[in-house]
């Protein structure tokens, strides 16, 4: 991307909050204990990458795995928001991929240091296009998942969230003021893996359409 336009892009898009350990499938699968609170971490808006867009394999660690991951985008400004009218501050929906070191991710967690380096690398965020949505959109009942070379490898149903999308607004607008722009990645279902070089990965969700993504070198 030309820098003038990942300059506007990044401008447009404000913080990403992500979400990790919300499915109980998913929390199976990497032994990870169930939380009592939203675990919550965050990337810059500068490791969004565009539908469409390449995506370089990192180089600083070598398994790059695919969770593919419900997104909002925050419409309206709150704080203290209650779960009750969490939805009308949801301005727009789609799908995305909160791409993760795994193999890094599993030596800071061990040794009890920040997630930065596996998480919020360069091009992590790749992001669908947005569609506009309101308080009438059954949110809980959309399904979504990735396919990897036409393989599907991830699916998952946003109701089966353990934190639903009103209890995590609820509780992130207690710690930070959301505003417009705003992105949280409502965390994966089960089925995450590798993705290597050459590999096209494709996420998918209902009335929401699908994008697509080469990783390359
Ligand atoms: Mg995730």
């Known amino acids: 991307m030309e820098n003038q336009e990942r300059e506007n892009e990044t401008q447009r898009a404000g913080r ?21 609170r939203p ?19 990192p180089r600083h660690a070598s398994e790059l795995h695919h969770e593919v991951e419900l997104v909002v985008k925050i419409g309206t400004m709150g704080r203290d928001i209650r779960k009750e009218d969490a939805l009308t501050h949801v301005g727009a929906v789609t799908v995305g991929l909160d791409l993760t070191l795994r193999d890094l991710q599993k030596e800071l967690k ?27 959109m059954d949110l809980h009942g959309l399904s979504f998942g990735c396919r990897v070379n036409g393989r599907q490898r991830q699916q998952g149903t946003a109701g089966d ?4 999308i009103e209890e995590l607004i609820e509780h992130i607008s207690r710690i930070w003021t959301l505003y417009p722009g705003d992105l949280i990645f409502t965390g994966t279902p089960a089925g995450v893996g590798p993705l290597e070089i050459g590999d096209t990965i494709e996420v998918h969700g209902d009335t929401i359409g699908s994008f697509s993504w080469r990783i390359i070198r």
């Not at 990403?16 to 009592?36: K, T």
């Not at 675990?39 to 394999?57: E, N």
């Open 39 to 57: 675990v919550i971490f965050m990337k810059p808006a500068t490791c969004l990458v565009r539908p469409g867009q390449d995506i370089h394999f």
């Open 110 to 136: 061990k040794k009890g240091l920040p997630w930065e380096m596996a998480k919020a690398f360069e091009q992590s965020a790749p992001a669908g296009d947005f569609i506009p949505c309101d308080e009438t």
């Open 16 to 36: 990403i909050f992500c979400i990790g350990r919300n499915y109980a499938e998913h929390i199976h699968e990497l032994s990870n204990p169930v939380p009592e």
């Open 161 to 164: 969230m353990i934190f639903s």
